[in-house]
């Protein structure tokens, strides 16, 4: 299946996004920082396959979302103003983080 997105807008302290087949998430900034996918945050397979997760410190403007841009047609690139813009968020990521009830989506 191929997910198109149709739009995406920052409301308040959350991600508005919605998909061509109708699907629409509203997924909180905190929660998708701290679900961050990139190697920095959620740490990466050393030689023998064991993942070493990073401690990952948030300060003031963490969460705080500047910008984002699509990726070809299946992510997007989250800027946030602390700095940090390594994470790519694929579409299907994103849905599967929207379906998580709250507790275990990092809000």
Known sequence: MNLVLEN????????????????????????????????????????????LRPVVEYGPTAFTLEKFETVGGYAIQLYWADGHSTGIFSYLYLQRLAA????????
């Not at 998580?100 to 809000?107: F, T, V, W």
């Open 8 to 51: 995406a807008t920052v409301i308040g302290d959350e991600l508005a996004l919605s998909f061509e087949d109708g699907f629409e998430a509203y997924l909180s900034l905190p929660m998708l920082r701290r679900a961050c996918p990139c190697a920095g945050c959620q740490g990466e397979p050393d030689a023998l396959g064991r993942v």
């Open 100 to 107: 998580l009830p709250p507790a275990e989506g990092l809000a």
